[in-house]
């Protein structure tokens, strides 16, 4: 499924997105978290700017995540049941 963006602008060759693009999509996550470094921030903006593909996973990536933050709330929990379940981890490891 394509979108809009994607029909209008052509997509480049797979052999021109190897290696950049692994990149960028490595960084994903903490540029859209917020975790990137400016130059790491720099880099990225640079290369979504060009790559209709990038931007369009960078886009997806930032709604999910405004999706799943929008729908959960923090919910405060005795201290004894985080220490429960830590044990419970700690068992099956």
Same mark, same amino acid.
């Given at each position: 499924?394509?979108?809009?963006? &994607?029909?209008?602008? =052509?997509?480049?060759? *797979?052999?021109?997105?190897? #290696?950049? @693009?692994?990149?960028?999509? +490595?960084?994903?996550?903490?540029?859209?978290?917020?975790? *990137?470094? /400016? +130059?790491?921030? %720099?880099?990225? $903006?640079?290369?979504?700017?060009? @790559?209709? $593909? @990038?931007?369009? $996973?960078?886009?997806?990536? %930032?709604?999910?995540? #405004?999706?799943?933050? #929008?729908?959960? %709330?923090?919910?405060?929990?005795? *201290?004894?049941? /985080? =220490? &429960?379940?830590? *044990?419970?981890? =700690?068992? &099956?490891?």
């Amino acid at each position: 499924m394509e979108s809009k963006f &994607t029909e209008m602008y =052509q997509k480049e060759p *797979a052999d021109e997105k190897d #290696g950049v @693009c692994e990149q960028v999509a +490595d960084m994903l996550d903490s540029v859209v978290d917020g975790e *990137a470094s /400016a +130059d790491e921030q %720099k880099f990225f $903006n640079s290369h979504i700017e060009e @790559c209709v $593909n @990038c931007f369009e $996973n960078h886009q997806k990536q %930032k709604l999910l995540k #405004g999706l799943v933050s #929008g729908h959960l %709330k923090r919910v405060i929990v005795p *201290a004894s049941l /985080a =220490q &429960t379940i830590k *044990a419970k981890i =700690q068992e &099956t490891i």
